[in-house]
């Protein structure tokens, strides 16, 4: 799901309510003397749309979509009965208790039926899958790795109404400007005629189609490959697979390079070095110890390159070395565990993709009130969490491998119960 995750990516009819009543016009005079009221028709009282907060929403929203460039035709049509998804807002106040660990994750991106069945796809869209290569220059078997992650290859794409998911958004939760600016480009989409609000589909969040793009992304990036007029990311192969490769042409992929290599690290290695804010050169890197974990050497016009240290599980699982097109693929899904899924699974697709290093499981992952728990603890020893909210990204890693530094752990940033217990201990 391009812009949006993440953490990254579907047909299925509207469910609005009914029109109840026409938009009025004023009483004194003569009815061409009077100012069109632009309120937006309210649904039935009682219904869950009969709530004037929502209601002078839609109203304070139409204007906005109008100087955006909507008409009110469009805005109209398809905001016709429009109520709030009770639904969309409990997923976008939602926290999981728990999170998977990310072998867990691999395992279900990675299984045989997945693999399998994109071998299969690769070999049907082979002349598809050349055309959209030659033009845009992105690995075939990236594309359909995306593929397979964001829609299951196309069969699951979603089952709600994009226009009424974002208007939800828009309307109440912690991303009302996401919704608001979303929902803006989905009427554009309508709009432009490539898909009409009834059957724009997609996720709870307002990601949609085969390849799961938000609407901002699609109006940047979808492109009519199957040469219709129109972008189809949701009925057409060639339409997703293309705007896909579109849309990591224009985030910097490198046409030929490599993603990445399993390494083996030296002994003493510094762990506070493996950040993906960290870049070095390749060679730098085999300079400071770094090899690849089948011996072999690195490609000879690799070792100029920018690369970063990645240790999924922290520096008891698995080490990469990652270049450039592993963080292409962030574009799309800002998760790092997100892109290694991508390109293991476009190298399965190959025979090839196997990890040699085992994972820490005998770890669990922290439950929400752990990781606040570890942020409020982590803060009142002074290092800086960037809020406590029970979401560990950039700030709390950073935290936490300057407290593992000060108690001299491995400072791999990573989070783990028996952390947590010692910050708990004082």
């Not at 055309?131 to 845009?136: G, V």
């Not at 510094?270 to 070095?280: G, N």
């Not at 050169?281 to 072999?296: K, N, P």
């Amino acid at each position: 799901m391009p812009a949006f995750r993440p953490f990254g990516t579907l047909p299925v009819r509207f469910s609005f309510l009914p029109l109840l009543a026409l938009m009025l016009l004023g009483l004194s005079g003569c009815a061409a003397d009077a100012a069109p009221d632009t309120r937006l028709p309210l649904a039935p009282p009682g219904s869950v749309a009969d709530e004037p907060a929502f209601a002078d929403w839609l109203t304070a929203f139409r204007e906005d979509a109008l100087k955006a460039g909507v008409t009110s035709s469009t805005f109209d049509r398809s905001m016709r009965g429009l109520r709030p998804d009770d639904e969309v807002i409990a997923a976008n106040e939602s926290q999981p208790e728990f999170t998977r660990p990310v072998w867990e994750y691999l395992e279900g991106a990675l299984s045989e039926t997945r693999v399998a069945r994109g071998q299969a796809l690769l070999a049907e869209n082979d002349a598809l899958l050349g055309r959209i290569e030659q033009r845009y220059g992105v690995n075939r078997h990236v594309l359909v790795a995306i593929w397979g992650l964001e829609s299951n290859f196309g069969s699951f794409q979603g089952t709600k109404s994009v226009i009424r998911s974002l208007a939800t958004l828009g309307y109440k939760g912690r991303r009302m400007e996401y919704g608001r600016t979303q929902l803006i480009a989905a009427l554009q989409i309508i709009q432009n005629g490539d898909i009409t609000a009834e059957r724009m589909t997609g996720s709870w969040a307002g990601a949609m189609g085969q390849t799961q793009f938000i609407p901002t992304t699609y109006n940047a990036h979808a492109v009519d490959f199957d040469g219709n007029g129109k972008r189809d990311i949701w009925n057409s192969h060639a339409d997703a697979l293309a705007s896909a490769a579109h849309y990591l042409s224009q985030s910097g992929w490198q046409t030929g390079g490599n993603w990445g290599y399993e390494v083996r690290l030296p002994r003493g290695f510094d762990y506070a070095t493996a950040d993906m804010a960290i870049s070095r050169t390749v060679g730098e890197w085999v300079e400071a110890g770094v090899t690849r974990m089948d011996g072999r050497p690195f490609p000879g016009g690799e070792t100029g390159d920018k690369a970063s240290i990645f240790l999924p599980a922290g520096h008891r699982g698995p080490a990469f070395i990652v270049l450039n097109n592993f963080r292409t693929v962030l574009s799309y899904n800002a998760a790092t565990s997100y892109s290694l899924a991508v390109h293991l699974l476009a190298d399965r697709f190959r025979g090839r993709g196997q990890i040699a290093g085992s994972w820490p499981r005998d770890e669990r992952p922290l439950g929400r009130q752990e990781r606040h728990d570890l942020q409020e603890l982590l803060t009142a020893r002074g290092y800086d969490t960037g809020g406590v909210d029970g979401i560990i990204g950039f700030n709390t890693r950073k935290a936490v491998r300057e407290y593992q530094q000060s108690i001299g752990l491995p400072a791999d940033g990573y989070p783990t119960v028996d952390l947590l217990e010692r910050l708990r201990r004082g």
